[in-house]
């Protein structure tokens, strides 16, 4: 099964873009890589998810380098809502199981 | 809206005394899932349901059942719950059609507490 390695902590003034990187480096051809984030106890909310290409939605930008081994997610301008914890997951080929780390807690700062 | 729905959201309950945690979800998805979110530990998968009658056991199954009657329910069972069943609990479901690559849609989970 791939794994994600995720910073721990970030910090992020409101109003400017918060990347948030995550390693990969043992990805299977056939496995995409997805980001949630989870607001306090709440249940993790779906941002973006990708194969090789960059993906953009209206709440995310997600960039992954060309040998797939790492990849950063991009809030473009990041509000005090998006304070969260932010879990890069690979989908693990040929199944549904998502595998969650600890994830990277943002803190906005105002 | 789409959504998966848990109940309770909030139970305290003692040693021993069964009880059943549901899950709902409103659109026709097949694959279920229940997670445990423990600090430091991340969300670790306890069962998931592919279909109908059909489950199967995640990374931390013991001291849990489930059972998948209908598409739509997918209930997390604790016959004798135990301290170290004191978590926070998520279900999860997504669609599994051919070509599928979308996300999970999470409940807004279950704190448990085992006195």
């Known amino acids: 099964d791939a794994k994600t390695t995720q910073p721990t902590s970030m910090d992020c003034a409101e109003g400017r873009a918060a990347n948030l990187p995550c390693n990969h480096s043992t990805i299977s051809g056939n496995e995409y890589v997805y980001w949630y984030r989870q607001i306090h106890s709440q249940g993790p909310q779906y941002i973006i998810h990708g194969l090789k290409n960059n993906e953009t939605n209206e709440m995310a930008s997600l960039i992954i380098t060309e040998d797939r081994k790492s990849s950063t997610l991009i809030l473009p301008h990041a509000t005090l809502r998006d304070t969260a914890v932010y879990y890069c997951i690979v989908r693990v080929a040929g199944t549904y199981k998502y595998i969650f780390g600890t994830g990277t807690r943002l803190k906005v700062l105002a | 809206e789409a959504q998966v729905t848990q109940n309770p959201r909030y139970l305290i309950t003692v040693t021993g005394k069964k009880l059943t945690v549901t899950c709902s979800q409103n659109?026709?998805?097949?694959?279920m899932s229940w997670y445990r979110q423990d600090p430091g530990l991340g969300l670790r998968q306890i069962y998931y349901?592919?279909?109908?009658?059909?489950?199967d056991k995640g990374d931390v199954p013991e001291g849990y059942k489930v059972s998948r009657k209908e598409k739509r329910n997918f209930p997390l069972i604790l016959e004798s719950p135990s301290p170290n069943q004191t978590s926070l609990y998520f279900c999860?479901?997504?669609?599994?059609?051919?070509?599928?690559?979308?996300?999970?849609?999470f409940g807004q989970g279950t704190r448990l507490t085992v006195v």
């Open positions: 999860a479901s997504m669609p599994t059609w051919e070509g599928s690559n979308t996300e999970a849609f």
């Open positions: 349901s592919m279909n109908v009658e059909v489950t």
């Open positions: 659109m026709n998805h097949e694959y």
